[in-house]
């Protein structure tokens, strides 16, 4: 909400933050007289091509009232990073170990960057040409990777000898981080989580 306080200054309140995936870049908190850029339907997207995120393209900036030729126009190389196309973080990671056999079932949930704000409770649509995730076991919460896997499903079955192969013996508690992958951008920004298993 933005409300006019007098000439040239708004007092802006009830923001939304973390949108369309850009949590990654919140900072909390935000100091007093931080910048902002106001977003409005004057700014559009790069019509880019796949092949083209990564190049270092040419841009000419202006007003739309002058020429491209007129000396109000400035030009920059600019390499798109396609960040438009990268996979927002998988949500809700948990598991749930067999007390009987020591196995681990691991699950999360995805999102989409298309379609997903719906509250009817279904499936949001995939967003991508398959589904594809990235998950690291690691060595302690933030350490190194002891283990990495694909899977095509929002889950891993992650059994004791796994475990055994790893840690040198079945786990309590699993650290890891899972990220969605797309055949375009690759891997997106991963979520962590330290699974527990309560009961024990």
């Known amino acids: 909400m933005a409300a006019l306080v007098e000439a040239g200054t708004y007092d802006l309140s009830i923001l939304l933050r973390g949108l369309n995936g850009t949590e990654g870049a919140m900072r909390d908190p935000v100091p007093a007289g931080a910048r902002f850029l106001l977003v409005n339907s004057s700014v559009t997207a790069l019509n880019l091509r ?45 598991g749930k170990r067999d007390a009987a056999t020591g196995d681990w079932f691991l699950e999360w949930i995805r999102r989409t960057r298309f379609g997903g704000d719906s509250w009817e409770g279904l499936e949001v649509p995939l967003g991508e040409d398959v589904e594809l995730y990235r998950l690291d076991i690691l060595d302690e919460p933030g350490g190194s990777v002891l283990r990495s896997v694909d899977s095509n499903t929002p889950s891993f079955a992650y059994s004791a000898a796994m475990q055994s192969d790893d840690f040198g013996a079945p786990q309590w508690n699993v650290p890891l981080r899972v990220a969605q992958v797309s055949p375009v951008y690759g891997p997106g920004p991963a979520s962590e989580q330290l699974i527990w298993d309560y009961q024990h």
């Open 50 to 94: 796949p092949d083209d995120v990564g190049l270092a393209l040419n841009y000419k900036y202006g007003p739309v009232s002058e020429s491209f030729e007129s000396d109000t126009y400035g030009s920059v190389s600019y390499a798109a990073q396609g960040l438009g196309l990268r996979p927002l973080s998988p949500v809700h990671i948990q």
